[in-house]
């Protein structure tokens, strides 16, 4: 989903509660200034700090993500740091704490902070090269590597599988739209098939699309927000940025073979650190319409699908419909 500032009636929590809750995280983790709010969708995110050492606070309705989903998201997230892998990894408390809870009148609130990624948000028109498609699969590809060999911290609760949370948020599919819900079924059936071998299948960011991502001039990516990470198929983290350059950018197909200008070098950075069969390519059309409805679904949840202002909401809206109506073969 776009990271913007939502209207003031999108959640019934009052701002003051979670401004307050971001200040006193300033105190929690010796920061420097006033916190101002830079995004407010799943979750409240602000920014403190002087330029160059800015820190992201992120504030967590209980309702979103439990402490124990949150861990598991950090622990992962550092793992991948301590790997050397470019993600923004989060900072400890005064406290020693990657969680921390804040209780108000409102109930309590999870803070998390992150130092800020390096660079500059992503533009199509600086961006949109070879070089960047091969950076950015490589980015992807060393992620998936180094999960392969990742393992939970004992009695530490798991991330929500792909299946459960598809689930939730298909439910949200008005029943009026019954392009979108054989859709949901069809990809449904098809994805409850597929094998889940170790070399496949594992935690995965699942929303790496173009706004979760900085780029450090030329070409040094680093990825941040693993808030909907997932157990899922590693090919999915490659269908999110397919299915985004489609919606965004009118990438004309969802087949690898077709597109060398963008997947040749997209894989050719992916294949640096794992490898991929021509039966999983062929699969990939069929990720990227698992991606689509399940977007389709989450915006059906946030926003009022029949009254769309947003330009971004309404392009992709209807390029997501054209898709149902296109539908690409599944393997």
């Known amino acids: 989903m776009t990271k913007r500032l939502m209207p ?78 470019n993600v923004s990894a989060p900072t400890a408390s005064d406290h020693g704490n990657l969680v921390e809870t804040f209780e108000t009148a409102d109930g309590p609130f999870y803070v998390s902070v992150f130092p800020k990624a390096p660079g500059r948000a992503f533009n199509f028109r600086r961006d949109w090269e070879p070089e960047f498609h091969r950076a950015l699969g490589e980015l992807i590809g060393s992620m998936h590597a180094a999960t392969m060999v990742y393992s939970p911290p004992e009695g530490a609760r798991r991330r929500i599988s792909w299946v459960d949370e598809i689930r939730d948020v298909g439910q949200f599919i008005p029943r009026n739209e019954s392009v979108a819900r054989r859709e949901f079924d069809t990809v449904m059936d098809w994805a409850e098939g597929l094998p889940t071998g170790p070399d496949r299948y594992g935690l995965v960011h699942f929303d790496l699309h173009f706004a979760n991502l900085f780029v450090d001039p030329p070409h040094t990516i680093t990825v941040f927000d693993f808030d909907d990470c997932q157990y899922n198929w590693f090919a999915s983290d490659l269908a999110v940025p397919i299915l985004h350059a489609l919606l965004s950018f009118e990438l004309p197909s969802t087949d690898p073979s077709q597109q060398d200008w963008f997947y040749g070098p997209l894989l050719d950075g992916y294949t640096k650190h794992m490898p991929v069969d021509d039966e999983w390519l062929r699969r990939m059309p069929g990720f990227v319409r698992l991606r689509r409805v399940d977007l389709f679904a989450w915006i059906c949840k946030l926003l009022d699908v029949d009254n769309l202002t947003d330009e971004w909401d309404v392009r992709a809206m209807r390029r997501i419909r054209e898709g149902f109506n296109n539908r690409e073969p599944l393997w």
Do not use: C, M
Not at 34 to 39: D, V
Not at 42 to 52: K, L
């Open 8 to 85: 003031d009636d999108f959640y019934t929590t009052d701002t003051a509660s979670t401004k307050d809750v971001a200040s006193r995280a300033v105190s929690a983790w010796k920061l420097d200034g006033e916190p101002s709010l830079i995004g407010r969708l799943e979750n409240f995110t602000y920014q403190a700090g002087p330029i160059g050492r800015e820190r992201i606070i992120r504030v967590t309705e209980p309702s979103h993500r439990s402490v124990a989903e949150l861990e598991a998201e950090l622990d992962w997230v550092s793992f991948l740091s301590e790997r050397g892998i």
